[in-house]
């Protein structure tokens, strides 16, 4: 089962968990995803809300639906391809506006991934 926290809407968690696996290509254009009745009991949430994430993930142009046939991933490379970045962007974003809160300048930082990188 997958876990949610409640600092962010449910909904918003399952679609980043979803934009992950296709980060990772463990969802590839083209893909069938589950059922939104699967969904739900895969992340353990009303069946309202997991229809409500693949809504919103065919609004960003994530997924589309084909009637009777079930919902798919975006054929779209360049789509995909731009969530592996996006994610990256943010999680940098979030690392350094941390590091710098803790009083940590940008050679600092270097230094710091550098070190791990070993």
Excluded: H, W
Aim: hydrophobic residues 35%; aromatic residues 6%; glycine residues 6%.
């Amino acid at each position: 089962m997958n876990e949610l926290n409640s600092g962010t809407p449910i909904y918003i968690q399952v679609i980043d968990k979803l934009k992950k696996q296709m980060a990772l290509n463990n969802l590839k254009p083209g893909d069938k995803l589950p059922s939104s009745r699967e969904l739900a009991l895969e992340y353990n949430i009303n069946p309202n809300t997991a229809s409500r994430v693949y809504r919103e993930m065919e609004l960003l142009g994530l997924c589309f639906t084909k009637r009777g046939l079930g919902t798919f991933v975006a054929e779209d490379k360049k789509t995909i391809s731009s969530i592996k970045e996006n994610m990256a962007e943010d999680y940098t974003k979030l690392y350094l506006q941390s590091m710098k809160s803790l009083g940590y300048d940008k050679k600092e930082i270097v230094n710091l991934i550098e070190r791990e990188e070993k």
